[in-house]
C-alpha cells in the first residue's frame, strides 16, 4: 500500500510540553510539506523540505521544528514556544520538487490544553 | 501579495449541477488546484489546470480558468450526497527563495441535499 501516513490520529497534550508528530510517506516523493489548518480555515504552510537534510520555513514556522534525516520522513515538533498550537495538522509530499502534485496525509488533530 | 477568495457556503439539491468559484491574485500563477476534504479527513487531490489552459473535464468535473480575471471554477456534473465536503481552490507561487508552496482559500462547504 503506497501513500502518507500521519500518527497519531488525536493527540492531547498539556502547555509547556513539546510533541513531535509523525509523518511517512512510500511514494518515493522528493519533497514533503507540513500545514496548519484552523476551523474555517484554509492552510497554512509550516516548513518544507525538498530533499533529505535540507528544510525551509514556511510562513507560520514560528514555535516549529523539523527534521529530514530520511527521505520517507518528516516529523513536526510543535513546541512550547508556539502560543496557539491546538490545531489540524496536515503532511503532504510531491514526487518533485516543484510541488506541482502535492498529495496529503489524513492529518492529526492536536490538542493543548 | 497571495491572495485566494472563495464563497464559504454552496447547497445544491441531489443530481443538480454544483458550481464552485474562486479567485486569486498571483497572476504568476503556473497551477491551480481543486482539493476536496471530507470531515475530520486530509485533503484529496481532485484536479488542477496548467495556466496556459482554459478548460479541462475529467469525468463529472470540469474546470474553468479565465486567466484574466484570475477566476478559477469547479463544475461538478450530476452532484451526488457523497459530494458533500469542502472544496479548496489553490495556486501554487514561487517565492523570491525558489520555493513552490501551495496558497489555499478558506473553503467552500458543499451541501448536497437528498
Known amino acids: 500500500d503506497g501513500g502518507i501516513t500521519q500518527s497519531p490520529k488525536y493527540l492531547f497534550r498539556k502547555e509547556g510540553q513539546n510533541v513531535t508528530l509523525s509523518c511517512e510517506q512510500n511514494l518515493n516523493h522528493d519533497a514533503m510539506y507540513w500545514y496548519r489548518q484552523d476551523p474555517g480555515q484554509g492552510l497554512r504552510l509550516i516548513y518544507y523540505?525538498?530533499?533529505?537534510?535540507?528544510?525551509q520555513k514556511g510562513d507560520i514556522a514560528e514555535g516549529y521544528s523539523v527534521s529530514r534525516e530520511k527521505k520517507e520522513s518528516f516529523p513536526l515538533t510543535v513546541t512550547s514556544a508556539q502560543k496557539n498550537p491546538t490545531a489540524f495538522y496536515l503532511c503532504a509530499s510531491s514526487l518533485t520538487r516543484q510541488g506541482t502534485e502535492q498529495y496529503f496525509g489524513p492529518g492529526t488533530r492536536l490538542t493543548v490544553t | 501579495g497571495e491572495d485566494v477568495e472563495q464563497s464559504l457556503f454552496l447547497s445544491v439539491r441531489e443530481g443538480d449541477s454544483s458550481v464552485i468559484n474562486c479567485t486569486y491574485t498571483d497572476s504568476s500563477s503556473t497551477y491551480l488546484y481543486w482539493y476536496k476534504q471530507e470531515p475530520g479527513a486530509g485533503l484529496q487531490l481532485l484536479t488542477y489546470i496548467f495556466s496556459n489552459m482554459d478548460m479541462k473535464q475529467d469525468q463529472r468535473l470540469t474546470v474553468l480558468l479565465n486567466k484574466k480575471d484570475k477566476h478559477l471554477s469547479l463544475r461538478i456534473a450530476d452532484t451526488q450526497t457523497g459530494d458533500s465536503a469542502i472544496y479548496f481552490c489553490?495556486?501554487?507561487?514561487?517565492?523570491?527563495?525558489?520555493?513552490?508552496?501551495?496558497?489555499f482559500g478558506s473553503g467552500t462547504r458543499l451541501q448536497v441535499q437528498p
Open positions: 523540505s525538498q530533499i533529505v537534510n535540507d528544510f
Open positions: 489553490a495556486e501554487i507561487t514561487q517565492g523570491n527563495t525558489g520555493r513552490r508552496a501551495l496558497t
